[in-house]
């Protein structure tokens, strides 16, 4: 199947298999590799990324449903102001364990620090709730998206 979409600010026309996933073809085509594999059922959240500017978990999304499609990962955050101040602030509040949530939590509160108002701790809660972290715990991620302003 031939799609075109938009990745990370980029144009990109592909032959893929239709029911490729697009965590496989993120880490294993492109060699995206910060988009995280946990549970390969969209339950972890640790695959996500924006689509259209929404988060989902890209071990559930389908190359076939993306014709036309805009996607961001992790790595297509580094020019973004909101991004950066976002990434900085997880490391600030010691947000960060092992790591291996962190792109995840980044990519699902991304859309929530675009809106730009101060952020009270049940809005954070609602969108970082597909999200797991075993090292960490929430209170240091819930803290680092409250201070990016």
Not at 42 to 61: M, R, W
Not at 85 to 98: E, N, V
Not at 113 to 140: D, F, M, W
């Given at each position: 199947?031939?799609?075109?979409?938009?990745?990370?600010?980029?144009?990109?026309?592909?032959?893929?298999?239709?029911?490729?996933?697009?965590?496989?073809?993120?880490?294993?085509?492109?060699?995206?590799?910060?988009?995280?594999?946990?549970?390969?059922?969209?339950?972890?959240?640790?695959?996500?990324?924006?689509?259209?500017?929404?988060?989902?978990?890209?071990?559930?999304?389908?190359?076939?449903?993306?014709?036309?499609?805009?996607?961001?990962?992790?790595?297509?955050?580094?020019?973004?102001?909101?991004?950066?101040?976002?990434?900085?602030?997880?490391?600030?509040?010691?947000?960060?364990?092992?790591?291996?949530?962190t792109p995840g939590f980044i990519m699902a509160a991304l859309p929530l620090?675009?809106?730009?108002?101060?952020?009270?701790?049940?809005?954070?809660?609602?969108?970082?709730?597909?999200?797991?972290?075993?090292?960490?715990?929430?209170?240091?991620?819930?803290?680092?998206?409250?201070?990016?302003?």
């Open positions: 199947m031939t799609l075109t979409l938009e990745l990370n600010g980029e144009s990109i026309t592909t032959d893929v298999p239709p029911g490729l996933r697009l965590i496989d073809w993120l880490r294993n085509d492109l060699q995206l590799t910060g988009t995280k594999e946990g549970c390969g059922e969209g339950e972890c959240g640790a695959c996500t990324v924006l689509l259209n500017g929404q988060p989902v978990n890209s071990c559930i999304i389908l190359m076939g449903q993306l014709n036309g499609m805009h996607i961001q990962t992790i790595e297509g955050i580094r020019t973004d102001p909101d991004g950066r101040r976002l990434i900085a602030a997880f490391c600030d509040a010691g947000a960060i364990q092992c790591g291996f949530c620090v675009r809106q730009h108002p101060p952020l009270s701790t049940e809005e954070i809660k609602v969108a970082i709730a597909g999200n797991l972290c075993r090292c960490t715990g929430y209170e240091k991620i819930i803290e680092a998206i409250k201070q990016v302003r």
